[in-house]
């Protein structure tokens, strides 16, 4: 199938890259020159593994981009990959999906074969069919369910190993309106549905929205449970860990995202549930248990400091942070738990000694006045404390290297760290 894809941020060049390598021909369509060039160049415009192959073996056959949004007409489905950024109060900016969905909707005018619009980004219930749906009627003068369709169709994708989870899906979510719509989309999956017997659920637009916010709501909601657990377990002097590896044990549980410590960041779960919660007020409910989610992340990192606070006073001292990125395997610091802790070393007066083995150029735009060093083993010499923040392999083969420190403090947000006599070692959860 000919298909175009609008947004070629990490969503939109991820499945640009994948749709071209099930068998179809892909034209990426994005405002930025230098990323469409990069694209027709055989270069991912993002860092995601496998990603680079992908686009270096399918560019200038199978996957092309460009910034005129006629080449829409001569795709029978598009998707729209935009950007959607929070307001100020969690709810999302639909600024840059309504302008993309004018320019799609003018291309459209003089397109005389159906098409299928289909809404990849992240949206809250309501969004496709009242805001995107019209939009296109008004831009295009076509009559939505005969001269276009529009669907919606989440994606589950997490950074860092985007491409092997377009791959291999455990669900499929088609949201739709009319049965030639679903068999569009059915027809596009089909490549992956033979190859993987992924599950294809067939629902509404809204309902469709509304998984995707669902998905990341229980994910983060269940972090933050095993972290309010965890932080019982603390006071008791239980492990969490051999709690939660018991519990996950009950099929009803799972033993997935059951990793307590010092909790969520990254571009997803903080924007996802905080739009998630701004929609609930929205309609006059309040969400008190994704709130609750929400608090018990946001006081993980300074339970951390204040068991540092029980074994030193840091102020005038220095204090190492060990990982800066939201999660393993990236650079990406958006929303990551190391901005708090810095934060909270920073307001007590402490020296602060950053290490991540990625992610030290992004923070040092947010923090340029703290020190970064260029290995943990230089992080932690001559520290009076260490906060382990993310869980790179890495951090579990440290161990002569704490020896460098003056006051052996290491408290671990992660369970990464292995412990041995001569350190003072918490654990955050156990
Ligand atoms: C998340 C979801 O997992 C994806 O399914 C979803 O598609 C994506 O958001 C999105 O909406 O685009 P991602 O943000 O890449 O993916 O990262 P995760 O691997 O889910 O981790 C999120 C955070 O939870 C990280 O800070 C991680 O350290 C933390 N985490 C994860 C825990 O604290 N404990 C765990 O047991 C698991």
Redesign the pocket.
């Known amino acids: 199938m000919n298909l175009s894809i609008v947004g070629s941020g990490y ?1 939109g060049t991820t499945i640009a890259a994948c749709f071209a390598d099930l068998g179809h021909d892909v034209t990426a369509i994005d405002i930025d020159e230098t990323v469409v060039s990069k694209l027709n160049d055989g270069v991912a415009p993002i860092h995601e593994p496998g990603l680079a192959d992908l686009v270096k073996t399918h560019a200038g056959t199978s996957l092309r981009a460009t910034t005129d949004y006629s080449a829409v007409r001569e795709t029978d489905v598009t998707f729209l990959a935009l950007t959607t950024p929070s307001n100020p109060d969690g709810s999302i900016d639909l600024s840059i999906m309504k302008a993309g969905t004018r320019s799609l909707g003018d291309a459209l005018a003089d397109k005389d074969d159906y098409h299928l619009v289909v809404v990849k980004s ?1 949206v809250t219930p309501g969004t496709t069919g009242d805001v995107i749906r019209p939009l296109l009627e008004e831009a295009s003068g076509k009559v939505a369910g005969e001269d276009f369709g529009v669907a919606m169709n989440p ?6 190993s985007a491409v092997t ?1 377009f791959l291999n899906p455990d669900k499929l979510v088609f949201g739709a309106e009319a049965a030639r719509d679903y068999d569009l989309l059915e027809a596009l999956y089909q490549p992956l549905i033979d190859r993987t017997d992924a599950p294809v659920v067939k629902t509404g637009l809204r309902e469709a929205e509304m998984i ?1 916010y669902a ?2 709501a229980f ?2 909601a269940k ?1 933050s449970l ?2 309010e657990l965890g932080n019982i377990c603390k006071a008791y002097d239980v492990d969490a860990y051999e709690v939660a590896d018991a519990i996950g044990l009950d099929e009803r549980i799972g033993p ?14 903080p924007k ?1 549930v905080a739009a998630l919660i701004a929609a609930a007020r929205d309609t006059g409910y309040e969400p008190q248990l994704l709130q609750a989610a929400v608090d018990v992340n946001d006081r993980q990192p300074g339970r951390m400091l204040s068991l540092l606070d029980d074994h030193v006073d840091v102020s005038g001292k220095r204090v190492a942070v060990l990982g800066l990125a ?2 393993p395997g ?1 650079d990406d610091i958006r929303e ?2 190391a901005i708090p802790t810095i934060e909270g070393l920073l307001d007590r007066g402490a020296t602060v000694v950053a290490y991540d083995p990625v992610a030290t150029d992004n923070m040092r735009a947010r923090f340029p006045d703290i020190e970064y060093a260029s290995s943990a083993a230089a992080a932690l010499a001559g520290a009076h404390g260490a906060l382990v923040v ?2 790179w392999d890495e951090f579990a083969a440290l161990d002569l290297e704490f020896d460098a420190m003056e006051t052996p403090v290491v408290i671990d947000g ?1 369970r990464i760290v292995s412990t041995r006599e001569g350190i003072t070692y918490e654990g955050l959860t156990w």
């Open positions: 969503v992240t994606e589950f994708l997490r950074e860092g989870d995707k998905n990341n994910l983060a972090i095993i972290n997935h995202f059951l990793r307590s410590g010092v909790g969520w960041g990254g571009s997803c779960f996802d939201f999660k990236t990551s738990r993310t869980d992660r």
